[in-house]
């Protein structure tokens, strides 16, 4: 989305003239601003401002809403299914361009766990997101209601796997939330429910440095989450999670959110990949060894000119795609009026990390932050970065009005099974048999 929508103003002459047409394929008309999703599934943040509308922001593009399968970038041709190549049953359709570029970001990357393919809920899209809140919040509905003391148990226990920034706020997030939410209920308090990171290295968010993971850890296990370290998650069959220290915890919630991987599409393409599977790419963030290529993101293993270290590549984070995408556009445009192309170079600046309402951590241009200014800087950071004046004012408004009253603690389960409801009134009567006659 930033690549197109830089694009479209340095080509805005030509796109005028009918010169030039940039066409945006993707699964979903929105782009997911994914640093807002723990505060979605909290209900801080309402779903509808933590995405942002590609055919609003993208006027002067083609938007295809469908899903690339294969690129042929020798005939210069994507292949692609669409919602209407659903519908007509026609089969898949040939686009073909002129430049490429490539930034599906990344997927969630699951290990063979038994279980985790039935039982698992991953943290990488609001529909995630907010289907877990729903959870939480029905599995405390289950809890207050069954006489079961093991389901009950099972039902207030909930595990997340992965250390990292996605599984620890939307860790300390949810259990702010649930924590909040339980004073609602007459037969649950807040130390009932039990709340398990699970994490196989020593340590979490490696990003904020050593010192503010050691702050994180403290200020986690002080609200009585259980930190695992060194520790791995084994088997979540029948629904008991069964962790490498010998641990089983009956569960009823385990969220992965240990890594992830890039996009599968990047393996059907004819384009060069590095052992982890992303493209290699130049500093100029073209595709190494081929003409019209192009890619930013957590798809492009891009060398870092500020490192000082050999071989050294631009993490996959949000931090390097949104202002590898800028120059991106730039450089496409460049090159289409035969102008010097530029490097992307940018020295990371630093972390910052939620840890649930009013606390954080932050480790920026060498300065520690904890507490409650890592949480401000958390948000003031991530509310400049957010698209468009339209999405910083309704954050902050919302931002604003939480402040001021309670939480919401409303669970909308049904969203996600919509015709339930009436397929069920519409369905025949049950058949009793004949009925006896008078």
């Not at 999703?37 to 509808?48: D, H, N, T, W």
């Not at 148990?153 to 939330?177: K, P, R, S």
């Not at 999670?241 to 059907?268: E, I």
Request: aromatic share 6%.
């Amino acid at each position: 989305m930033y690549t197109a929508l830089r694009l479209q103003r340095q080509l805005r002459a030509e796109l005028r003239a009918d010169d030039a047409e940039i066409t945006v394929v993707t699964p979903e008309p929105y782009m997911t601003y994914q640093p807002f999703l723990p505060e979605a599934a909290a209900g801080s943040i309402s779903p509808r401002h933590v995405v942002v509308p590609l055919r609003r922001v993208l006027d002067r593009c083609r938007i295809v809403i469908g899903e690339v399968l294969s690129v042929d970038h020798a005939k210069r041709t994507a292949t692609l299914s669409t919602l209407a190549t659903a519908e007509e049953g026609t089969g898949t359709v040939d686009l073909t361009y002129d430049e490429l570029v490539i930034a599906p970001g990344s997927v969630s990357r699951t290990l063979p766990v038994p279980g985790l393919a039935d039982h698992g809920i991953g943290f990488k899209t609001v529909e995630e997101a907010i289907g877990l809140r729903n959870h939480v919040i029905e599995q405390m509905d289950i809890a207050s209601s069954t006489r079961d003391p093991a389901i009950r148990d099972a039902a207030l226990t909930f595990v997340f796997v992965g250390g990292g920034y996605a599984g620890v706020e939307a860790l300390a997030e949810l259990e702010d939330m649930a924590r909040y939410t339980a004073r609602y209920y007459h037969n649950i308090k807040p130390e009932d429910l039990r709340w398990v990171l699970v994490e196989a290295s020593d340590r979490i968010l490696p990003e904020v440095g050593e010192e503010m993971g050691k702050y994180a850890i403290r200020e986690l296990r002080g609200r009585n989450i259980d930190v695992r370290l060194e520790t791995r998650l084994e088997s979540c069959e029948d629904r008991i999670a069964v962790l490498s220290d010998g641990t089983r915890l009956p569960t009823r919630t385990v969220v992965w959110t240990a890594g992830v991987k890039p996009a599968p599409v990047l393996a059907a393409t004819d384009l060069p990949l590095n052992e982890r599977g992303r493209l290699r790419c130049t500093a100029e963030l073209a595709v190494e060894g081929v003409a019209h290529a192009w890619a930013a993101g957590d798809a492009a293993a891009v060398p870092d000119v500020t490192s000082k270290a050999p071989g050294t590549e631009c993490a996959p984070n949000a931090q390097h795609a949104v202002r590898q995408a800028k120059v991106l556009a730039e450089n496409i445009a460049a090159s289409l009026r035969g102008q010097p192309l530029k490097e992307y170079a940018h020295a990371y600046v630093g972390s910052v990390a939620s840890l649930g309402l009013h606390q954080g951590v932050a480790h920026v241009y060498g300065r520690k932050l904890k507490g409650y200014p890592a949480w401000f800087m958390h948000r003031a950071y991530h509310l400049s970065r957010v698209p468009t004046f339209n999405r910083k004012a309704r954050v902050l408004a919302e931002w604003t009005l939480s402040g001021l009253f309670k939480r919401e603690i409303v669970s909308l389960g049904s969203l996600e099974h919509p015709r339930a409801e009436f397929e069920l009134a519409a369905a025949p009567p049950p058949d009793h048999g004949d009925k006896p006659s008078s």
